[in-house]
């Protein structure tokens, strides 16, 4: 398989968002513009605080541009909607529902649901899938980070979104953890179609997983660069060994640092 796309699922269009701070507006996303196209793979990398949750919470519902437009197919985006899985940064799990029943819980909502049986079968899969099985019956307090990090994975594919948001899905998991949940996530790629937009600060990780990436400034954020990545999918671990990869990784690595580097955050105001 290539990297070959299809139609466009979503458009940032000259999109500009500035927040109410009480020292005045913050510029945080400059007219950015990028396309998301059906089977992309986009990652969106740059400095910490630069605006990325915030372009994907605009995609995915939670906040409206203050000019341009976000599209999803065709439409300006109007709020959340169940073909768009979110994945927060911070454990999305309820703390008052078991593991299972936090994976079955979205199986039990009208735009998703299944059959008891068939609820029970893919709870069992995404159990397995992450290494929860045996905690189907304890309570998210009683996980560890990555566990719940984990979990709220598993909600999120348990339900089949066709369009992934994931906000640095895999930032507090230990390095090998990391490693197994990119592999999971391309397998689980592998198996379902489905476009994904993934926030991340690894360069590694964006090459990895990337169809596309696009490299945001230091805030407010501005499409810096777009870099196309060369390799089709499926993907084994030995890429990372490869020295084509080790040559994309270090020139995206380089555009990337240029902003750490930068001399100040751009601002409209003088701190937040
Ligand atoms: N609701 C808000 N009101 C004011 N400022 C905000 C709000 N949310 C985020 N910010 C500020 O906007 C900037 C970008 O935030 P965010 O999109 O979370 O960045 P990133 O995900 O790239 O780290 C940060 O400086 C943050 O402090
Ligand atoms: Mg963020």
Avoid at 54 to 64: E, I, P, S, W
Avoid at 77 to 90: L, S, T
Avoid at 132 to 156: N, W
Avoid at 225 to 250: M, N, S, T
Wanted: hydrophobic content about 45%.
């Amino acid at each position: 398989m290539t990297n070959e796309t299809g139609a466009r699922r979503a458009r940032f269009d000259h999109v500009s968002l500035q927040y109410a701070t009480a020292s005045g507006p913050l510029t945080v996303i400059d007219d950015v513009s990028y396309d998301i196209n059906e089977r992309d793979f986009v990652a969106v990398i740059g400095p910490s605080g630069c605006g990325k949750t915030t372009m994907l919470n605009m995609l995915a519902g939670f906040q409206k541009p203050t000019t341009g437009r976000v599209l999803f197919d065709g439409a300006p985006v109007a709020g959340p909607g169940p073909e768009r899985g979110v994945i927060f940064q911070e454990y999305g799990v309820f703390p008052w529902l078991t593991v299972r029943d936090n994976i079955a819980f979205g199986l039990r909502l009208n735009a998703n649901r299944v059959s008891a049986a068939e609820r029970d079968e893919i709870c069992a899969h995404y159990l397995d899938l992450m290494g929860l099985t045996e905690f189907a019956d304890a309570y998210p307090k009683h996980l560890s980070g990555g566990m719940r990090q984990r979990l709220a994975i598993a909600r999120v594919y348990a339900v089949k979104p066709r369009f992934l948001l994931m906000d640095e899905p895999f930032g507090a998991l230990d390095a090998q953890t990391r490693i197994h949940m990119q592999n999971l996530l391309l397998r689980v790629l592998a198996a379902e179609r489905k476009t994904v937009m993934l926030i991340t600060h690894s360069v590694e990780e964006a090459v990895f997983l990337a169809s596309r990436i696009v490299i945001v400034t230091a805030r407010p954020a501005r499409i810096k660069d777009i870099v196309e990545v060369p390799f089709g999918y499926p993907r084994a671990e030995q890429l990372r060994d490869g020295k084509a990869f080790a040559e994309l990784r270090a020139r995206v690595s380089r555009l990337v640092m240029d902003e750490y580097n930068a001399p100040a955050p751009r601002r409209t105001v003088a701190a937040d």
